[in-house]
């Protein structure tokens, strides 16, 4: 169900993570997350679940802090083609990390679906729903990142909202939309947020990178076309050229 409360999802423990010469130690992500909490953050997603032993050693010393105000979240992707959500190991990762909420991505974009998947658009929205339903059975609050939604969008925009129906089928929260690559204009974040917004009742949410210097731009605009939930990291440090600055 929609809000008017504009959410704030800090990713800097994860998708910050992945900048150029940024390495968080375990003891350092604690102390990064206990200060996003006393400053009022909402959602934290502390590191991509099954991915190296470090996110899992994050996950398991989290919990022996008492947060006043943040939760932690837990990010990996959709289970893999031909296979079973039961038997994934990154989906089973998201559950070891007892975190309550969890956010998967998907892919938006027909041409990853075909070109980088190699599967057919039918088993990516499969993918999508198994994965999000599992999860909503295990009591755990899904978030859905659409990945490379805007150039989805621009590409086969009845594919890039299918995805996001797939989601919203199986229970999503939020769906979450991506401009994985950076590139997209301010005009074309409106547009495509305002259409997801008008179709949709689940809240709405905006993932940008920086590679056109437009995320903090881009990100307003989405608010601005009824995006109430924000993705970014503390001084916009992020892959590439960055995320948008939750600072600005």
């Not at 050693?57 to 031909?82: G, M, N, P």
């Not at 929260?173 to 547009?191: K, R």
């Not at 009742?201 to 076309?225: K, L």
């Given at each position: 169900m929609?809000t008017?409360?504009?959410?704030?999802?800090d990713?800097?423990l994860?998708?910050g993570?992945?900048?150029?010469g940024v390495?968080?130690?375990?003891a350092?992500?604690?102390?990064?997350?206990l200060?996003?909490?006393?400053?009022?953050?909402?959602?934290?997603e502390?590191?991509?679940a099954g991915?190296?032993?470090?996110d899992?050693?994050?996950?398991?010393a989290?919990?022996?802090?008492a947060?006043?105000?943040?939760?932690?979240v837990?990010?990996?992707s959709?289970?893999?083609?031909?296979?079973?959500?039961?038997s994934?190991?990154?989906?089973?990762?998201?559950?070891?990390?007892?975190?309550?909420?969890?956010?998967?991505?998907g892919?938006?974009?027909?041409?990853?679906v075909?070109?980088v998947?190699?599967?057919t658009?039918?088993?990516?929205?499969?993918?999508?729903?198994?994965?999000?339903?599992?999860?909503k059975?295990?009591?755990r609050?899904?978030?859905?990142?659409?990945?490379?939604?805007f150039?989805?969008y621009?590409?086969?925009?009845?594919?890039?909202?299918a995805?996001?129906e797939?989601?919203?089928?199986?229970?999503?929260d939020?769906?979450?939309?991506?401009?994985?690559n950076?590139?997209?204009?301010?005009?074309?974040?409106y547009?495509?947020?305002?259409?997801?917004?008008r179709?949709?009742r689940?809240?709405?949410g905006?993932?940008?990178?920086?590679?056109?210097?437009?995320?903090v731009?881009?990100?307003?605009?989405?608010v601005?076309a009824?995006?109430?939930?924000?993705?970014?990291?503390?001084?916009g440090?992020?892959e590439?050229?960055?995320?948008?600055?939750l600072?600005?």
């Amino acid at each position: 169900m929609k809000t008017n409360k504009v959410i704030v999802y800090d990713t800097t423990l994860r998708d910050g993570a992945q900048a150029e010469g940024v390495s968080f130690t375990v003891a350092g992500k604690i102390k990064m997350a206990l200060r996003l909490d006393a400053f009022g953050v909402d959602y934290i997603e502390g590191g991509y679940a099954g991915s190296n032993q470090k996110d899992m050693d994050f996950f398991r010393a989290i919990r022996r802090h008492a947060l006043k105000h943040s939760r932690i979240v837990s990010f990996a992707s959709t289970r893999r083609a031909r296979q079973k959500v039961q038997s994934d190991p990154f989906v089973q990762s998201l559950l070891k990390t007892e975190t309550e909420t969890v956010t998967i991505f998907g892919k938006a974009w027909i041409l990853h679906v075909k070109d980088v998947l190699r599967v057919t658009p039918r088993e990516n929205l499969a993918m999508i729903s198994d994965t999000v339903a599992y999860l909503k059975e295990r009591g755990r609050e899904v978030f859905f990142d659409a990945e490379h939604f805007f150039d989805g969008y621009k590409d086969d925009a009845s594919y890039a909202m299918a995805a996001i129906e797939a989601a919203v089928r199986a229970g999503a929260d939020a769906i979450v939309l991506c401009d994985t690559n950076g590139g997209a204009l301010p005009s074309e974040i409106y547009e495509a947020t305002r259409a997801v917004v008008r179709t949709f009742r689940t809240s709405v949410g905006i993932h940008v990178h920086n590679d056109g210097g437009m995320a903090v731009a881009n990100t307003v605009e989405a608010v601005r076309a009824g995006a109430v939930h924000v993705q970014g990291t503390i001084n916009g440090v992020g892959e590439r050229c960055g995320n948008a600055d939750l600072c600005s």
